[in-house]
């Protein structure tokens, strides 16, 4: 990948999280740059970690990881994964030990940083069409179930899929389908659409995680994988540290939403 | 588009067509290649259903046309459309007058050809990618459906769309939208999916043409616009003369269906 153009958007608001002046949700911050993931473990964990989202790239998606100890993240922009993020989850043998805003004071030699892509770079992107995005429109977030849908094992990794939901009628659950195959990255094209039970999710209106959002009359309800579906593995495996974004305070790249496109 | 290289299959079926030898349906034949449903009509009628076929693209996809007068339909192979095509409808001011195997004795110098795109090609896309499509599977005509999806006007070519209906699990529908999103000259994504009633379409066992086939449980209804819309456009707009192939009968191309996909 080329050099990135500057975006001083992106990084004037990754400035101010650097300080500790922005420690919030950075959903619509620095529109039309992908927002990340993050999970960052010791490297004897890592190789197996790495392993689990080769084998399931619809609910991880990896953009980019780092080296063994290294706080950078080549081709996102000029990061410092220790200070870059607005609010990590310190997780202590797969329990939530603590949220911080910096991690300079737990950082080792042998932490590996991944960044794994968000459903805000698709959103935008189905907006953008002119589709409304159900949870954006109600200024909630986004509804995410358990599914049965279970992810590919690797080593102590692994559990069933969470997924999130976008309520559209067919024909723009049609057109969301070929505008998020174009994003492999930010979890593609729905997993599934339709009657919510076959995938094992009994009511719509008590989400697992994030808020319901409400269904108009003749809405199939739309299915992503999601990008929580790390955690229920990370949760399995109990590594002894793993440091995570605390939801919604996402890393803020400078690589544009389009760079992800693969058509 | 370059040269087509020879297509022995394809040329040879064609050659039994002309001759009189072959009149009958061509599902199944000539694999690989693209067949077209064919319109012909004067050319004081052709302009506006050439109009027609622009505004309405998912119904009727415009893969050729040929010259007032030529019965040659460039790009598509050494093509005779008097005799290439192994049964054909006259229709006289919009009625079925009568079928024949040759129109050699109606051919006027004031004739247009038109090849529109025809399912057989995503079929075989989604067979090639190990779905089932289970009009093929049961060995019978897909079912189509008067739907209330109007279709834009143009002169006097106007009506709904006609739909076809192919049921699939959620996981495979989302699979089929990208595979036919890739070739909007043989109709491209699917149109509508889920409740049927939404389309006005009120009883799956019940086609409006072609046969009904078996929803398993747990199937969606996925619905494609269908070739058979222009025939009720046609009806509507009662030229003197327009002349089709029979349903199912079909112009058999050299084209790849290869060579219709857009990426």
Same mark, same amino acid.
């Given at each position: 990948m080329s050099e990135l153009p500057p975006q001083t958007t992106s990084q004037s608001l990754r400035a101010q999280i650097r300080t500790g002046a922005f420690t919030g949700n950075t959903s619509g911050h620095a529109p039309g740059h992908v927002q990340c993931n993050i999970v960052i473990l010791p490297k004897a964990w890592a190789g197996d970690f790495l392993r689990f989202c080769q084998l399931n790239p619809k609910p991880c998606p990896l953009v980019a990881s780092g080296q063994p100890g290294d706080p950078g993240l080549p081709g996102l922009g000029d990061i410092d994964i220790r200070t870059d993020v607005p609010r990590y989850r310190i997780y202590r043998d797969g329990a939530l030990a603590?949220?911080?805003?910096?991690?300079? =004071?737990?950082?080792?030699?042998?932490?590996?940083?991944?960044?794994?892509?968000? @459903?805000?770079?698709?959103?935008? =992107?189905?907006? $953008?069409?002119?589709?409304?995005?159900?949870?954006? =429109?109600?200024?909630?977030?986004?509804?995410?179930?358990? @599914?049965?849908?279970?992810? =590919?094992?690797?080593?102590?990794?692994?559990?069933?899929?969470?997924?999130?939901?976008?309520?559209?009628?067919? $024909?723009?659950?049609?057109?969301?389908?070929?505008?998020?195959?174009?994003f492999p990255s930010v979890h593609g094209a729905p997993v599934h659409l339709g009657d919510p039970a076959l995938i094992g999710i009994e009511e719509l209106d008590a989400p697992d995680y994030g808020d319901a959002v409400t269904m108009k009359p003749d809405e199939l309800p739309v299915f992503w994988a999601c990008g929580v579906t790390p955690q229920v593995a990370l949760e399995q495996a109990r590594p002894p540290l793993c440091i995570t974004h605390s939801p919604g305070c996402m890393l803020v790249t400078d690589l544009p939403n389009s760079r992800l496109a693969i058509l």
């Open positions: 603590e949220e911080v805003t910096d991690i300079q =004071a737990l950082w080792q030699d042998d932490l590996v940083t991944f960044a794994l892509g968000c @459903s805000f770079s698709f959103e935008e =992107a189905l907006m $953008a069409d002119g589709l409304e995005v159900r949870n954006i =429109a109600e200024g909630v977030n986004v509804p995410m179930y358990r @599914s049965t849908i279970a992810c =590919a094992e690797a080593g102590p990794f692994r559990g069933n899929m969470v997924v999130s939901m976008r309520p559209f009628l067919a $024909a723009d659950a049609i057109r969301a389908v070929q505008i998020c195959t174009r």
